[in-house]
């Protein structure tokens, strides 16, 4: 039972003196009573209902105390000690309370209202008669006087924790009118004024309860999560662990896994929870028992906030108890968090956790497999897959492992083995989902393998299905498109695109299917049609990442239809936060502005975005640029030397071979590269040593002195540490070493080809490894290489010869229609040189001979021979073959012509060539045909 | 309860003294479950009785109790129990170790809150980097049956203590131990940090962030010891090997939780010359996969 104190009542006297417990008061109260004049006796004297009163109020019967106050009330208003104010003065506020706690809320009312309007004179009473009264009409549903009420009493509150109850009422009233937002801010100003820190923290669970409930999770995340928990000081374990779960769930829903995670760990483990509230809610019990009985009834307000929290944490320790543990879960989520955060290690540590855990095994292992392969770590993922498979045989989810496994064999670029494991799943998974998703799959990775019509043919059965999930029937309609597209099938593709921009699928898909068809437009030169989409793009989607590649094309559409200020102004809008797309937006302006005449603002724009651009490989193509538009050696030896000091140490700059270029044509020395070479080596500038090598090297190649070209390459690999060369020595290195007939060139090019993907010097490697597999007489192995070089959309040095060397491997797998394809193209192509030419016209003859027809061989044989005799290697070889074929159909007069014709031509004739001519002109001297032609 | 002559003649006359001196006016009690008590000196336990001295008409008795018969033990050692609120951590270690003399023959017996001094001597020995004398008491307390708070908290101290005297063999030994043990560490983070040190030292980047950042994966609201060095420790380690964005993310969320670079870490810039780390996989069309998705 309370001990309430308040001030001491006397009939004679009032003395305002320390305030005393209510039972002492009650006490006094009573032994002070039978002096006063009894005018009128009802049915008890005064002192007696004081006494009942009193007896009552003590023992907690608050009806009976209540009733009582209420008959001293009515019954002796008229006493001169009523009348002075002295007795309602202390009577009214007990009389309030116990009708309040009886909920009698009228008589509460009443009793208050009377006191406060006549009696109210000592601010501690004022103030809990205004608390007291607000409660009664917040209990009897007047929620707006109750308002009032609890202001009033705010702005009448000696401390700023009383203000702060009050505040934590009125949000309660207001969120309860439907106002959560005026609701929060009331707790906000709590949070703000820095009050005690258990009402702070009720206020700042309580906002954000409220901000949840009205969906506001913004502004639940900001409260969660702005400022730590004082987690040692406060009960309210349980609540706060609820809210940070439901905030978590909400975060995730809505793609925000930084405060997702945040919200996680603000979590305690179940178990951990459930002893750390059971705790609390003790330590609170005991501090609230300790402390009550020194409560003054103006301080019963405390008491009401103590059991109100106690009651509150109560609820929710019942609540716990009766919930499962939860904490696996937990794991699994911030797991989750953490791998869509890019943060795969902490991923993998949590979910090898709940692995061990053996709870939610599938999606641990899902999660594991997942981080694991975000770390790079392709095989490790498989063969976390495969341990599922082995530990649950029977379980449905191994389909989601097989799938995994394909996902691993897709990523590690082995599209075949991919394409047969998804065809696994596609036909044989257990859900639609699956099935589906593995046939998504196989259209991918056909597209990796650059098998559009595959692909499309993939994608379009999936598009056929019926009750196709929407984002992945547009993903199936997107790449009908892409497929199209790569195909270079732009009126098909851009049908394709239209459609699905057209049609209802969520709105990425569709807004992808948009840009899209810009890029079909432009190859179909439908500039004007392209020109309002891509600025109709522009406008709609500010903000979406095709941004700065639709303002590149729109430069370029408005650069083809000679808008060039137009297309100047749209190359400028784009950021330099892309650094590729920037660079290609400089070198568009630059072109712009030099059609324009404006070569010194054309300079200015290079220098400017050489200045912003430190990503040194999109930089190089900025300095070639500029170096374009020098007019001087000198000003190109600035250029050249900026480029140098920046970046020629670079492992990562592009474009080095042609600025090395147009360093050796503007100087005069005769190898201007030895001096700078030996400068470099000794500054241990080992990159740009090895790129003066390799530019030399280039440079005598180009000048046909293959075998210098082949020491320079080589003197790489003497004089350069291997981690320091850059991509483009390590592919002429491969290749230089492949072509002598070293497996290190081939390991050397496979490693290339695995760490530099998109390299442009990748078909110099792929190449190398073409052409290390046919000198192996491997012409499977070195047909998917020589096809990858010669397919490349970057150019290169050895592409003829690659072509040549593809031919040639063709006509070994019996592919003769292809090989001729491609020999003719070469004969077609004006800058391929004669010598090649002669060399193509031996290559289609030897087709045809392989393929069993003599005669058309020996056509494109006198073609060489009679089109390119300077070129004695491929003559000599054009007779002989020929004169051979000759002898096969049996003509041998004309191999005795040819022959002849031979040795007449080439006095000079190598041994070798001279005895196999001589040979056929003996086998044929006695021949019948020849004897007839001579009779 | 058995009882049996304690002393011979000569040496009742210094039992006599020792109660005299250790309880002028008060004596150790014993309260036994049936409700009776007994007075005297406890002086240790034998063959798993306790074992209690006391005086007995001028005659010396030692009586011996089953522990299982004991329902409390009262020490007479509340002079010191109350001379340690007004002492320096420094001067508390003396007082500490007087009631660890008198308490801990008994400590498997005697209550959780009269243990939790017995502790708080172990921590002031730490607090006052007497770690070699850590080191002698755990091993023996580590062979007795106490709760497993109590004892996860000596396996700690033991561990900074070996770790704190430079002992690296015998630090990894209990930080494995531990781990291994499979005991959370959302509380303590020290052995993850041993062994992450250990491997940083050894240049083992991957396997020093990987074990640092394993405590502050299950980081909760509650404060985690070393959790400040096992942030430091990642960070330096991901500098070191260029992990990606793992230094800079790192420290944004050391320092949201309001955490100090500790002192005894320096923090190392990144490594220049090492390739960075990115963790995405790899993908023949990372703009479409990432713009529209992929199943």
Known sequence: ???????????????????????????????????????????????????????AFQVGDYPTASETFIHIQKNYSSEPDWTSGQLPRKILPLSGFASFRAQKFEDSLLAFDLFLDQYAEDPDQTSLALYLKAQALDKSGQAAKALATYQEFSDNAASDSLKGIAALKISRIQYDAGSSPKAIATLQNILHAKLAPRIATQARLRAIRFAMKSGDTQTAADLLLSQNWKVDTMPELAMLNFSAIELADQRLAAGDHQSALSCLQLTLPYPRLLSEQKSKITQLKVRYHQRRSSLTLQQSLWDDFYKQIITNLDAQLKALEDSEDYTETLRLRRALCYLQLDRPIEASLLSQQLVKSDVHSASAYKLWIRSTRHLGQEPQAIAIAKSYIAKFPESEDIYEMLFEIAVSQFNLERY?????????????????????????????????????????????KLAAQTDLDPQLLGQAKLWEGLCLFYQRKFPEALTAFEGVSQSKFPLPIIIEAQFRRITCLYPLQKYESAIVDASDFL???????????????????????????????????????????????????????????????????????????????????????????ANEDAERNTIIEHWIHDFGNDKESAGAIEILHAQREIRNEPDPRTREYENALDAKKFTYAARLLLSKALNLQSNHRPHQAEVAILQIQEDIPADHLPPECIAYLGLTLAKIDSAQGKNLLEKFVTENPHSPFSPVAYFGLGYAAFEQNSPSEALPWLRLATQSYFEFPQAIEAKILLSKTLRQKNEYTESDQLLSELLRDRSVPAKIKAESLN?????????????????????????????????????????????????????????????????ALDETSREEAIQILDATATSPAVANIET | MKIRRLLKKGQCAVLLIALAITCPSRADTLTLRSGRTHQGLLIGTEAGYVRLAKLEENSEIELRFNPDDISAFDFDDKDLTNALAAQSRLEQVPTL????????????????????????????????????????????????????????????????????????????????????SGKPAARNALPWLVLATIE????????????????????????????????????????????????????????????AWPDAIERLPANPLSDSKRFSAKNPFPDNIQLIGNP
């Open chain 1, 1 to 55: 039972m309370y001990t309430f104190r308040f001030k001491t009542f006397s009939r004679d006297k009032f003395v305002a003196s320390a305030p005393r417990p209510l039972a002492l008061t009650l006490t006094f109260l009573l032994c002070s009573t039978p002096a006063l004049p009894q005018q009128k006796i009802v049915f008890d004297s005064l002192p007696q209902l004081l006494e009942r009163a009193a007896a």
């Open chain 1, 416 to 460: 075949a083995t991919a394409i047969d494991s998804f065809r696994l799943l596609a036909n044989s998974a257990h859900t639609p989902t699956l099935r589906n998703a593995a046939l998504f799959q196989i259209g991918l990775a056909q597209a990796a393998l650059e098998n559009y019509a595959p692909a499309l043919s993939t994608f379009s």
């Open chain 1, 539 to 629: 406008q709609r989607y500010p903000r979406h990442a095709r941004i700065p590649e639709t303002q590149v094309l729109l430069g370029d559409l408005y650069s083809a239809q000679n808008q060039l200020p137009k297309a100047i102004a749209i190359y400028q809008q784009v950021s330099p936060d892309f650094p590729e797309l920037f660079s290609q937006a400089t070198i568009g302006l630059s072109s712009s502005l030099v059609a324009l005449g404006k070569v010194e603002e054309a300079k200015n724009a290079l220098d400017q975005a050489i200045a912003q651009l430190s990503e040194p490989s999109f930089v190089g193509e900025l300095f070639i640029e500029r170096l374009a538009l």
């Open chain 1, 843 to 907: 290559l289609l003859a030897k087709n045809q001979q392989s393929a069993g027809t003599p005669e058309k061989a020996i056509a494109y044989l006198q073609r060489s021979y009679a089109l390119y005799p300077a070129f004695q290697d491929t003559a000599i070889e054009a007779y002989l073959l020929s004169a051979r074929l000759f002898q096969i159909i049996g003509d041998d007069p004309a191999a005795r012509r040819t022959c002849q014709e031979l040795l007449d031509r080439y006095p």
């Open chain 2, 97 to 180: 170790e007087r009631i660890f003399e008198k308490r801990y023959p008994f400590i498997e017996y005697i209550s959780d809150q009269q243990r939790s001094l017995l502790l708080d001597y172990l921590q002031a020995l730490a607090d006052t980097q007497a770690f070699q004398r850590i080191l002698s008491l755990s091993k023996p307390l580590k062979t007795k049956t106490l709760p497993a708070d109590f004892l996860e908290s000596i396996e700690l101290l033991a561990l900074e203590a070996a770790w704190q005297l430079g002992d690296r063999a015998l630090a990894a030994r209990h930080a494995q131990a531990r781990i291994d």
């Open chain 2, 200 to 259: 940083f030292e050894k240049g083992n980047d991957a396997r020093a962030l990987s074990l640092s950042l394993h405590p502050l994966v299950s980081l909760d609201i509650r404060e985690c010891a070393f959790a400040n060095y096992c942030y430091a420790l990642a960070i330096n380690a991901s500098s070191r090997s260029n992990y990606g964005n793992y230094p800079a993310l790192l420290l944004a969320e050391m320092e949201k939780k309001e955490l």
